[in-house]
């Protein structure tokens, strides 16, 4: 598929700025992808119930371009149920493809009432002259009281290309977590949007990236309240290097009848070099009264003072960059809440400030 239009701002502000969206620039197949899969002994393979969830009709944050993408190729869903009241249910994806080719793997998880779920995904690169693209399509469907929480950690090669795309919808109490570590890839396009349906549903995202040489991230996340007394709650920290850039539209959407829901969105971004390029959009539409949004971002160089307190304990200043920087990384990697991923990241960062 050629010149795909991912990433849509849903309120477009000016032309000139770029932002409203974004094209992929290399033409992407939906070729199949390897999958090693793990799932605890209460999931159910497929979807199962009276009432069988319309995937289809849950918008994603990347937008129509990837559902078009996904009814290109061939690849079957991974599909699970979580029967109701199940709790502490994991389901593990290892995801690779043939060196050079470009992969998809649409993921749709259907978690019954009162149900709890962990998806841990990650992405293993292919040698490093091989290129092509490794696409993720995340969909779930959180029912009355359940829970699903999507971590992710990519670390793919320089040359490759990551388009990660989630979307969910939250009925009466239902919540939705992900924690995602954007590590690798030459460029990674990812978008979020969480429907915010029920009543006191709820949804959390932290996102955390490091950018180093011409790497790039673009990023559309959107919590769209529509049900009474929801909540939501957006992070973003990242490192850019060299010559990195990274593009992050934040959107908190309150529509009519969401009253009595508040939404918080936050982004911290450390500016390493001269040569990097940060852009971010935050978004607060409102078509409710009584409602609270509020953004706030930390984004600037590395603070002077504490540079000349590690420099004055023997470090060089490369070596106090690096430490800072890994230490936001760890910081999320911490949280992933499996051991083997934690170590991965913690290898793969080793190899990147220390290789």
């Not at 950690?153 to 939250?170: A, M, R, T, W």
């Not at 982004?267 to 990097?276: A, H, N, R, S």
């Not at 690096?322 to 990384?329: E, F, L, P, W, Y």
């Amino acid at each position: 598929m050629e010149n795909m239009r991912v990433n849509h701002l849903p309120s477009l502000t000016w032309n000139a700025l770029h932002m409203n969206d974004s094209r992929v620039d290399s033409a992407v197949t939906a070729g199949e992808a390897y999958i090693e899969k793990d799932l605890s002994m209460g999931l159910e393979e497929g979807i199962r119930g009276e009432e069988l969830p319309c995937f289809e009709k849950i918008e994603t944050g990347m937008g129509p371009d990837m559902d078009a993408l996904r009814k290109a190729g061939s690849m079957e869903p991974v599909q699970v149920t979580v029967p109701a009241g199940v709790k502490e249910q994991v389901l593990r994806l290892h995801i690779q493809r043939k060196p050079g080719e470009s992969a998809f793997l649409p993921v749709e998880i259907a978690a019954e009432e009162d149900s709890e779920i962990t998806v841990f995904v990650d992405d293993t690169g292919v040698k490093e002259e091989a290129g092509g693209t490794l696409a993720l399509q995340f969909r779930a469907d959180v029912k009355k009281g359940a829970k699903v929480r999507l971590v992710q950690v990519q670390l793919l090669s320089s040359q490759e290309q990551k388009l990660n795309d989630v979307g969910v919808s939250c009925a009466d109490e239902g919540r939705f977590e992900t924690l995602q570590l954007f590590l690798g890839a030459g460029k990674t396009y990812a978008g979020c949007r969480a429907d915010l349906a029920g009543k006191g549903s709820s949804m959390a995202a932290d996102i955390g990236y490091l950018g180093r040489e011409t790497q790039s991230y673009d990023f559309n996340y959107e919590a769209v309240h529509k049900g009474k007394k929801t909540r939501s709650d957006m992070t973003a920290s990242g490192v850019l290097w060299d010559h990195a850039s990274k593009l992050f539209r934040g959107t908190i959407d309150f529509r009519n009848g969401s009253a009595g829901s508040s939404g918080d969105e936050k982004e911290d971004v450390l500016l390493m070099d001269e040569g990097v390029v940060n852009r971010t959009i935050p978004l607060i539409l409102c078509a409710e009264e009584d409602v609270e949004g509020n953004h706030g971002a930390s984004i600037g160089k590395l603070d002077d003072e504490l540079l000349f307190y590690l420099v004055s304990r023997g470090m060089s200043r490369e070596e106090a960059c690096k430490m800072v920087a890994r230490a936001r990384i760890d910081a999320l990697s911490r949280r992933l809440g499996d051991e083997a991923l934690s170590q991965q990241v913690q290898k793969y960062l080793e190899e990147v400030f220390h290789g």
